[in-house]
């Protein structure tokens, strides 16, 4: 399994302005992933980021808006850029762990994005 | 397109009632199955997957899911609920092969003690 922990629990920003979501996990893994979940929704597939490459997006999400960076194997950051209330979300990091494959994902506690 | 379909948005059930939450799937392909629990309060946690192998599948706290084939489902069970169960149950699939997991809206369960 995969201990994950995410700063910040959750914020509240004005609109037009970025926040930085950290997630670090207790033990070295290839796969992150970025999951949102909006109001009375399910989760969606933001991006997925290995260490050593860019991250690989989505349908419907870009670079531009939800910038990306994986610097080691335990940790990761995503970008919520020049926000808007529609970004108001619950933000989640998943990362693949497992003794051998198929692998399990494992879930953050989430970082609750409120846009005003 | 890969989907998920929870029947059920929100499901009331008193305390020793049985359990099931109707899990569909379209994926044209190999796949992983999962079911994920939210309590109240708490991130996501796997409550059972489904790999390969037999297709009925036990999880944690007796909760058990079958894999049927033929009908695209991966429903989930439990033949006594306890009032601890109330939580968000989210089924999810994956390509074999795939990093990507798809969910379901998720289905809220009420336990009435």
């Known amino acids: 399994s995969a201990v994950i922990s995410q700063k910040p629990s959750r914020d509240i920003c004005q609109r037009g302005t970025s926040l930085t979501i950290q997630c670090q996990v207790d033990s070295q893994v290839t796969m992150m992933f970025w999951y949102r979940q909006q109001p009375g929704q399910s989760l969606t597939l933001i991006a997925t980021a290995n260490q050593g490459s860019e991250a690989t997006y989505e349908s419907g999400f870009v670079i531009d808006k939800f910038p990306i960076s994986r610097p080691n194997l335990t940790f990761s950051t995503l970008t919520v850029s020049n926000m808007s209330p529609e970004d108001s979300s619950i933000y989640l990091c998943?990362?693949?762990?497992?003794?051998?494959?198929?692998?399990?994902?494992?879930f953050g506690p989430g970082t609750r994005l409120t846009v005003t | 397109a890969q989907s998920v379909s929870q029947h059920n948005h929100h499901v009331i059930l008193s305390e020793a009632a049985s359990l099931e939450l109707g899990c569909n799937y379209s994926y044209g392909g190999t796949v992983n199955l999962f079911w994920y629990v939210q309590y109240p309060g708490q991130h996501l946690q796997l409550l059972l997957k489904?790999?390969?192998?037999?297709?009925l599948v036990k999880g944690i706290k007796g909760f058990e899911a079958e894999f049927i084939k033929s009908k695209f489902s991966f429903n989930l069970r439990k033949p006594s609920v306890q009032w601890s169960d109330t939580a968000e149950y989210f089924c999810a699939v994956k390509g074999a092969g795939a990093n990507n997991l798809f969910f379901g809206t998720g289905t809220r369960l009420t336990v009435i003690p």
């Open positions: 998943s990362v693949e762990a497992g003794t051998a494959g198929p692998y399990e994902q494992y």
């Open positions: 489904y790999f390969s192998g037999d297709p």
